[in-house]
């Protein structure tokens, strides 16, 4: 086990080997050995991803004893809170339906009134704001870093492993990200690339580091930038202002916890769907494509996880065009890649054979 203030520090470290791979120009290199049709099935994955997870925070689906979802509460979706869910989930999408800019936005809006307005009959959230909006926010963790790890609690190999994972899921997550949500903004071209591609790869190792440094997760790209996307965002500035809100957010946390969660949970939904229109762009045509494609798509929200579905996606290709007769079509850091993601899926029972 590791100390928060050396799990921190491995954030740090993750984040700078991802800086020196993407300034290197071999995340880059990684970045275009993948095939177009991986790159829109990640789209596609993305999109399925933040729907459940927009499901699941809604109470939509649960995880039930016996089985592993089952709708809403005991197979009812009857509980104001889910309900709640549905009904802005159906005002965005009538509102999207209708062209309306800023269908989202609104929804969000209609939905916290609705919900405010049920609060009184019956709690589904806290619209409390007792004392003060204002407070200065506690800032006592900036900087809890420890690079001076106890070598006989945590041994070498255990913090090549610890590293290993964070860089292989920092790097593949972002990646997958970045690819979606540039697909969706209308940026990539045919091969999925994007404009300055290097510099934003660049930028996300450095928001790991800063995340490390100032004692939080890696501060990297969320499929959340979807919904803004989903509104408009093209250009940059949408994220600029995002990130000027969230500093004035500090001061009046109180006021940002207004929008309950399965309101918001909404927003994923309708963007989820959204991102899914990129299967049309793939020829299913062929089973080399077709299966590396499915799992890529369905192991990212079956297993909460966006690298675990580039990995099965990966590995699917290399293999089955592999044995096919078509190994020369496939890219030689596709193979590195995927030897990795063996690794990487492999690591319980290495740390086990390791004592980590």
Not at 25 to 38: S, Y
Not at 178 to 192: I, Q, S
């Amino acid at each position: 086990q590791v100390s928060w203030g050396e799990a921190m520090a491995l954030v740090v470290i993750n984040g700078l080997i991802i800086v020196l791979l993407a300034a290197t120009g071999l995340r880059k290199l990684i970045f275009d050995a993948v095939p177009v049709q991986l790159k829109l099935a990640i789209t596609v994955g993305i999109g399925l991803f933040i729907a459940f997870i927009g499901f699941v925070n809604a109470g939509f689906v649960n995880p039930a004893e016996g089985t592993p979802l089952e709708l809403g509460v005991g197979g009812s979706i009857t509980s104001p809170a889910t309900l709640l869910f549905i009904a802005t989930l159906l005002i965005g999408g009538i509102l999207m339906a209708l062209r309306v800019k800023g269908a989202i936005l609104i929804a969000l809006v209609a939905g916290t009134i609705l919900a405010a307005i049920v609060n009184i009959f019956t709690p589904v959230a806290d619209f409390g704001l007792s004392g003060s909006i204002v407070a200065a926010p506690n800032l006592s963790l900036v900087g809890a870093i420890d690079f001076g790890f106890d070598w006989g609690r945590v041994g070498f190999v255990a913090l090549i492993m610890f590293v290993f994972t964070l860089v292989f899921t920092n790097f593949f997550d972002a990646m997958g990200t970045m690819t979606g949500l540039a697909r969706e903004a209308g940026l990539a071209d045919e091969r999925g690339n994007f404009p300055r591609i290097k510099s934003a790869l660049i930028v996300e190792g450095v928001g790991a580091v800063v995340g490390g440094g100032t004692s939080s997760s890696s501060a990297t790209v969320f499929v959340e930038s979807g919904s803004g996307i989903g509104e408009g965002a093209r250009t940059g500035l949408a994220n600029v202002v995002t990130g000027v809100l969230f500093l004035l957010a500090m001061f009046v946390t109180p006021v940002t916890g207004l929008v309950p969660g399965f309101v918001a949970a909404a927003a994923l939904v309708l963007v989820g769907a959204l991102m899914l229109t990129q299967i049309k762009n793939i020829d299913l045509s062929d089973f080399n494509v077709l299966l590396p494609v499915f799992l890529t798509a369905t192991v990212m929200p079956l297993t909460y996880s966006i690298a675990n579905g580039i990995g099965a996606g990966f590995i699917s290709w290399v293999v089955l065009n592999t044995f096919s007769g078509k190994a020369k079509q496939v890219h030689w850091l596709l193979w590195i890649v995927a030897a990795g993601f063996v690794l990487y899926f492999a690591r319980g029972p290495i740390e086990a054979a390791f004592g980590v």
